[in-house]
C-alpha cells in the first residue's frame, strides 16, 4: 500500500540551528515527491517538489531536500532555522494522487 | 493574483445538522480538489474536479457528503447530517491541470466543530 511516514511529531530547535525533517515513503515506483508548510490559520504552501533529475532539490525560503532512492527516502533540510519557520510541514508523495504525511511539528527556540 | 478562498473560516454545529462549504479556486484553474485535515493528520482527499466532472472521489463518504461544481469554477462542498468525526478542516486547493506535476494552491480552509 502506498504510504508517507514522518517519524517526528515535533521537533525543536533553536533559532540560527540546522534542521532536517524525515520522510520516508512507500510506493510502488518513484513517486513524485513533495514538502508542504501549514502556518497557523493558513492553507498549505508547496516548499519544493522533486519529480526526476538531480536528487537535491532547492525550494523556498531556503529549503532544500534529497531523494535517496534506496532508502526512500525525502528529507527537508535548513542550514540555519528562523523563528518565522515554526509551523507545521507535511511531506507528500503521489502520482494521480498526493498522499500525505501526518506532519511534523516545528517549534523554534529563541 | 488572488488565492484560492474559502468561507467561512469556522462552522460550529450539532451533529445530525447540515452544513455547506464554499470554495472560489485561482481564476483559470481548471482542476479543484477538496481534502478533510482532521486534528493530528495529514490533508486526506475527498474529492477532486476537472473543470465540473469529477475525476477522483473514492475517499468520499457518499451516504453523507456531497460536493459540486456546477460551472467548472466555485464549488460547494455539503455534509449532511454530520457527525462527531467529521469535525475538521476542510482545504480547497486548485491546480492549472489535471498533471501531478501542476502546483496546487490551497485556501485558508474551513474548521468544522461538531457538538
Known sequence: AQSVTQPDIHITVSEGASLELRCNYSYGATPYLFWYVQSPGQGLQLLLKYFSGDTLVQGIKGFEAEFKRSQSSFNLRKPSVHWSDAAEYFCAVGFDKIIFGKGTRLHILP | ?115
Open chain 2, 1 to 115: 493574483e488572488a488565492g484560492v478562498a474559502q468561507s467561512p473560516r469556522y462552522k460550529i454545529i450539532e451533529k445530525r445538522q447540515s452544513v455547506a462549504f464554499w470554495c472560489n479556486p485561482i481564476s483559470g484553474h481548471a482542476t479543484l480538489y477538496w481534502y478533510q485535515q482532521i486534528l493530528g493528520q495529514g490533508p486526506k482527499l475527498l474529492i477532486q474536479f476537472q473543470n465540473n466532472g469529477v475525476v477522483d472521489d473514492s475517499q468520499l463518504p457518499k451516504d453523507r457528503f456531497s460536493a459540486e461544481r456546477l460551472k467548472g469554477v466555485d464549488s460547494t462542498l455539503k455534509i449532511q447530517p454530520a457527525k462527531l468525526e467529521d469535525s475538521a478542516v476542510y482545504l480547497c486547493a486548485s491546480s492549472q491541470g489535471l498533471a501531478e506535476y501542476n502546483e496546487q494552491f490551497f485556501g485558508p480552509g474551513t474548521r468544522l466543530t461538531v457538538l
